[in-house]
């Protein structure tokens, strides 16, 4: 079935040549259509903008558009395969922006970038209304997005912060399921990368607006085990030297095989078949698996069940429980565009991911997530991210540019 889909997949872009077209929202019939949509009529335009740049968001599609940016660094299980072969990725992700949010977003592939990656975009984002970072390998995505918060647009990398955010809403329901407290549980996270690392920070205190509850522990691991404070090759690498500070509060050291023994929650960012069963039986009773790699899982759901997991998630739409960051940003977005966020807050984040558990009213052990189809989730999510940024909006420079 796969080698079918693959080929059809091939059959269905050579038809089309992409994905993707630019349509006009106005007809050129007359000459005065044309003076109304182009020259003399567009000058004024341009310079009540010149005025007051704020206009843009008034007058052109700035307020519906995202960029969509990658260097082509990690892409999907691909790795570093340049902006070029990133771009039909590109392209579906501004699909499904369109398709659930209503955006119109921009593939912007940047092919081994010579120059200044970040003052590049920096110098195409006037007429975007925010940036969402995809396929870029750490730790230079953290930089990346790091660099870029003094925009004055939201910019968010989606492998880091979707994921997360979809992870935690996952993770929220599957607690209620097994009926685990947060207070109480040890949770795993095999995978250093851009998703494991914001994994682990938004997980790093479970709550919502009135609440904060850490977790018994989270450890982290990477190729070369747990990740403690003071790990030799951890030296010089802050995104890591950071987690081993934030994580494994007993110092504990050794292999996955070592993290999960008496632990509740597996969450894999990582390989294929990295999970065994045996690995299973040494947590605790109805352990949560989240195996997240693509396609293939660092365990079958099958194997995780009989190894006596009480709920498997996935990052595949063929089982049940798919855990994927099309949940999240579209409404995430929408949200921040929608209310004119400046930057994208880990309270927005948090919301977005309540909003996505609170969207399964009785969660149960094959459904602790909304289906990836159903593009009420998109609205729900945007609903509770404006009401976040509305809650921040003295603080967080919000700009009210839109009459």
């Given at each position: ?109 940047f092919e081994g970038h010579i120059t200044d990656f970040v003052q ?192 498997v998630g996935t990052g595949r739409s063929d089982f049940p429980n ?82």
């Amino acid at each position: 079935m796969k080698e079918d889909i693959y080929q059809e997949s091939l059959r269905l872009h050579a038809k089309k040549k992409g994905k993707l077209e630019i349509r006009s929202k106005v007809s050129i019939k007359t000459r005065k259509d044309l003076s109304l949509a182009y020259t003399p009529g567009v000058g004024q335009v341009c310079k009540e903008i010149a005025k007051d740049k704020n206009l843009a968001y008034k007058y052109t599609i700035k307020s519906n558009t995202v960029a969509i940016i990658t260097d082509g660094s990690a892409v999907l299980g691909l790795g570093n395969i340049g902006g070029t072969a990133s771009i039909p990725v590109m392209e579906g992700k501004a699909i499904l922006f369109k398709e659930f949010a209503g955006i119109d977003a921009f593939p912007i592939c940047f092919e081994g970038h010579i120059t200044d990656f970040v003052q590049d975009i920096k110098n195409i984002s006037p007429i975007f209304g925010g940036i969402n970072l995809e396929d870029i390998a750490a730790p230079a995505c953290f930089e990346i997005e790091e660099k870029l918060q003094d925009l004055g647009i939201p910019v968010m990398h989606d492998d880091q912060h979707g994921t997360a955010i979809v992870v935690l809403a996952a993770l929220l329901n599957s607690l209620k399921v097994t009926k685990k407290k947060v207070e109480d549980i040890t949770i795993v996270i095999n995978g250093a990368g851009a998703a494991g690392i914001a994994i682990a920070k938004l997980l790093g205190c479970i709550g919502d607006e009135k609440s904060c509850i850490e977790p018994k522990d989270i450890l982290v691991c990477d190729r070369k085990g747990i990740i403690y404070q003071d790990r030799p090759d951890l030296k010089g690498n802050r995104y890591k030297e950071d987690i081993s500070r934030r994580t494994n509060k007993r110092k504990r050291k050794g292999e996955l095989v070592d993290a999960l023994k008496g632990a509740d929650i597996f969450i894999g960012v990582s390989a294929p078949g990295v999970l065994t069963e045996k690995m299973i039986k040494s947590m605790n009773p109805d352990p949560i698996i989240f195996a997240m790699a693509n396609p293939i899982p660092e365990i079958m759901p099958d194997k995780a069940k009989k190894a006596g997991a009480m709920i498997v998630g996935t990052g595949r739409s063929d089982f049940p429980n798919q855990i994927n960051n099309v949940l999240a940003f579209p409404g995430i977005f929408r949200g921040a565009l929608d209310s004119c966020a400046t930057t994208i807050t880990s309270k927005m984040k948090v919301r977005a991911a309540y909003a996505l558990a609170n969207y399964i009213k009785k969660p149960t052990k094959n459904k602790i997530l909304p289906s990836v189809l159903d593009k009420n989730v998109t609205k729900e999510v945007a609903k509770e991210v404006a009401k976040a940024v509305e809650k921040e909006a003295k603080n967080s420079g919000c700009c009210r540019h839109i009459s």
